[in-house]
Structure formats: structure tokens, C-alpha cells
């Protein structure tokens, strides 16, 4: 429909990526607001059974041998035609590493600007004013389009919450493109994420947090045996991973992921903003800390001041209880 918000659904290996339902949430709750239909569109080849999987109204599924694997000359070209045809209001995308490589090239294609990594958004006189945050998380900075639609905009990760999607069956679209082998210039080497040692974070249900108060790296193991328990992933502050203790890819925050999990544990993490930034999103953050006016507490929905080489210990013993 034209002047509709179009939301980009990213997918992987026939998996829809969690964010992108993240961003259909928050198209959702814009359209709400603004009175205009929500659609979304996925690119790949052979995409029309998972576009069935995308809780919006209509969903286009943009298909084409060329768009697997993924390339930024093949998305931005094909996105460009699919925006052409439908011509959107306003296009939303996750701001995931993908669209970090194609958006900019996408949105310059069709001489438009990109709002990147947006936290929200209000309505002022019905103008749609965007919320993103500057200076590792220290400003907000409200953004308000001008010029001629289409709209361009990224959803930070955690912003809005999955599982607030309303229920919706969709009718499916296919949407065909011209695309070229000549036009796609570079070929994707082996993913990053299947490289030895790394994670993604972003996709974690439940995450254990270590920071400072840990001490030693030998103590690692006691938070090893919390994941463990929890079935959790293990992540760190940025101290924890400058010494070498968990690689990079393990760090949360503004120099490292941003990731929004169904429950955070932060382990002796203080809370500077530039570890909150990347975790004050999560559903239920519960924080251990024996300072009692550390700034991870202002955050935290349930918060434990005591030593966490007493309280750990104890709180594996109780879930192992509970599990039977």
C-alpha cells in the first residue's frame, strides 16, 4: 500500500532474525500512532514459505537466486525496486550488522537520508520525531524527517520487545526483481559469526555478565557454572575482556554488543554507561554488587547487594533445587 511503514525482515538460513521482529514491533506501535498500515518485505531466494512466518497484514516476498548469499549490491538494488513499486512512507530496518553495510547505500540510492540505531519515537503535530542516543548513550537527540518520502530509519536492538507483536496471519506477495550478476561486485567469504571462538549475543534468551568484582580470572569458573544452570551465555564489561580474560566478542556495551536477553545477570558490573547502553534493554535485569550505590542498581529490576562469591554459589544450589 502506498504510504505505508515497510518493515525490512531480515532472515538467515531460513531463520527470521529476532531483531527484524523487533522492528515489526515498533512499526507496529508507529502505525498505531500515525494511522497508516504496516507492511513488511524479505529479501532472499526462495523466502515465500518463511514471509508466511512475518505476523504483519502483507508481506512481500522479495525473491531472487542473486539475493542468497547475502551481498550489499544485491540488496540495495533489489530493495530499491521493491521501494519503487510500493512506495513506502517510511521504510524501518533492524540495525543489525547487515543493514549497518547496506542502508546507507540503499537510502543514498534514492537520495534520501538514514536515521541509524533509533531507541524510539513520539508524534508532535503528527510528525513522526525520532529518539536516538549520542555520545555512548551520555544524549538523546530527537531527529524529525524533511523532504519527500520515502523515510529511512534503523531500530537499536532491545528497543521494543518481540513479543508484543499483535497476531496477524499475512497475505503473501511475491515481488520480482532485475538483477544482474555483473551488478553484485563483491562475493561474501565465510561468515564471521561461524568463525571460530566468536557468539552472537544479540541472539541470547539469558546472558551471566562478569565484571570487575570478579577479581581474578580463575574465578570465571563460578560464573561458568551459573550459565550452566541457566542454560545462559557468559558476556563481560570491557575490563573483563582488555585483560584478555573472555575474547572481544564476549564484551557488552558501547565498544562492544548491544543485546536485549529475556533475563540479564551482571555479576559484579558497576554499571558505567558505557556497559548500560548495551544491556538496559533486557527484559529482567537482576544486578549482584556489595556497593550498594553501584549505578547498575538504577537499572535493574531486581538487585542483590552482597558479595558475589557468597550470593552465586547459593543461587545455582537454589536453581538446581527448582529444576529438580
Not at 561461524?194 to 541470547?204: F, G, N, P
Not at 550498594?292 to 536453581?319: S, T
Amino acid at each position: 500500500m502506498p504510504d505505508a511503514i515497510l518493515t525490512v525482515i531480515e532472515q538467515q538460513a531460513g531463520k527470521l532474525n529476532r531483531m527484524s521482529l523487533e522492528t515489526l514491533a515498533a512499526a507496529q506501535a508507529m502505525g498505531r500512532d500515525l494511522g497508516r498500515e504496516v507492511e513488511a518485505v524479505i529479501p532472499g531466494s526462495g523466502v515465500s514459505e518463511l514471509a508466511g512466518q512475518v505476523p504483519a497484514p502483507k508481506v512481500y516476498a522479495l525473491q531472487h537466486p542473486l539475493l542468497e548469499p547475502y551481498t550489499p549490491d544485491g540488496y540495495s538494488i533489489a530493495l530499491r525496486q521493491a521501494i519503487e513499486q510500493l512506495r513506502p512512507w517510511l521504510v524501518l530496518l533492524p540495525h543489525t550488522y547487515q543493514v549497518r553495510d547496506f542502508a546507507s547505500k540503499l537510502a543514498a540510492s534514492l537520495e534520501r537520508g538514514f536515521v541509524p540505531d533509533c531507541i524510539g519515537y513520539k508524534v508532535e503535530n503528527g510528525q513522526l520525531v525520532l529518539t536516538r542516543q549520542l555520545f555512548q548513550g551520555k544524549m538523546n537527540a530527537d531527529v524529525a524527517f524533511v523532504g519527500q518520502p520515502p523515510y529511512f530509519a534503523s531500530i537499536q536492538a532491545g528497543a521494543y520487545r518481540a513479543d508484543q507483536l499483535a497476531s496477524v496471519s499475512p497475505a503473501v506477495e511475491r515481488i520480482d526483481v532485475r538483477l544482474e550478476p555483473a551488478q553484485v561486485r563483491s562475493r561474501p567469504g565465510e561468515r564471521f559469526q561461524e568463525a571460530k571462538r566468536t557468539v552472537d549475543l544479540s541472539q541470547a534468551e539469558v546472558i551471566v555478565a562478569v565484571g570487575r568484582g570478579i577479581k581474578e580470572q580463575e574465578n570465571l569458573s563460578l560464573a561458568q557454572g551459573l550459565c550452566e544452570a541457566l542454560h545462559a551465555e557468559m558476556a563481560a564489561s570491557r575490563p573483563i575482556c582488555d585483560n584478555g580474560w573472555l575474547p572481544m566478542e564476549r564484551q557488552i556495551g558501547s565498544s562492544g554488543q548491544t543485546v536485549s536477553p529475556k533475563l540479564y545477570l551482571a555479576l559484579g558490573i558497576s554499571g558505567a554507561i558505557q556497559h548500560v547502553v548495551g544491556m538496559k534493554n533486557s527484559r529482567v535485569i537482576v544486578a549482584i554488587n556489595k556497593d550498594q550505590n553501584a549505578p547498575i542498581f538504577e537499572v535493574a529490576d531486581y538487585g542483590i547487594v552482597g558479595n558475589l562469591f557468597d550470593v552465586v554459589p547459593l543461587l545455582v544450589e537454589e536453581i538446581k533445587k527448582a529444576k529438580g
